[in-house]
């Protein structure tokens, strides 16, 4: 950057990273670049600046931490897109109904906080998906896979049936995308209704693994048999 001079080498903050110049001469500057950070001193606030380490809130595309040290957990207000999230051990990242897609990888040991009414959207690789193992924390209303992405959970997760009428969730993939479930992943079923697994946009595969699916019977007065029928196609059952 050779028309910057020494006396303008500042902080500043670029694509959700924070860029510090070092050194400078007249001549080139040493600049770091690290992803932001969010530290949460102020709140759970995902729009508050003050929680994060450049000092402003995340744009699309950006490359996030959720650090280790972080006093408060981050909650989203409304839909996002990234390209790497790492969460440290012991930390979440709380979805509150809205949609996070990540277009690259998924690091870390830390969770996602999911819901009857949230969605995520993988796009790279998570090696290790957990989902917080608590009240709903373990449930999404969409999971969808991208074209390349690979996840693998490390973790119980279930696709909700729905808290309403018309409200079940979706497993999806676009293509050549891989979701191994290590036996984690359960289809709900429940009065409201049934979560499915949509066809792939391609022909090909996109789970690996054991998946337990669920099928609801409503409470019958009288007793009688029923006809059960398998809601799955073209799989061993």
Not at 100 to 121: D, R
Not at 124 to 139: M, V, Y
Request: glycine residues 12%.
């Amino acid at each position: 950057i050779s028309s910057m001079s020494p006396d303008n080498a500042a902080k500043s903050v670029c694509g959700g990273t924070c860029m510090t110049a070092t050194s400078a001469s007249a001549i080139s500057i040493a600049i770091t670049v690290t992803p932001n950070a969010w530290n949460g001193p102020a709140n759970t606030d995902w729009n508050n600046a003050a929680n994060w380490s450049c000092g402003s809130v995340p744009v699309s595309g950006s490359d996030i931490v959720i650090s280790s040290s972080a006093s408060n957990l981050p909650v989203l207000g409304s839909n996002m897109t990234l390209d790497t999230l790492d969460i440290a051990a012991d930390k979440t990242i709380s979805l509150n109904g809205t949609t996070l897609t990540i277009n690259g990888a998924v690091t870390g040991e830390g969770s996602i906080t999911g819901s009857h009414t949230s969605g995520l959207v993988l796009g790279g690789k998570a090696d290790n998906l957990r989902f917080t193992q608590s009240s709903t924390g373990n449930f999404l209303k969409i999971l969808t896979l991208n074209d390349g992405a690979t996840a693998t959970l490390a973790n119980a997760l279930n696709i909700t049936a729905g808290t309403a009428a018309n409200s079940e969730g979706t497993l999806s993939g676009n293509g050549a995308g891989v979701l191994t479930t290590n036996g984690n992943l359960t289809i709900k079923s429940n009065n409201f209704g049934t979560a499915r697994i949509a066809p792939n946009t391609t022909s090909s595969s996109y789970i690996a693994g054991a998946v337990t699916v669920e099928r609801f019977i409503p409470k019958n007065t009288f007793k009688g048999w029923r006809l059960m029928g398998v809601n799955t196609t073209g799989q061993t059952i």
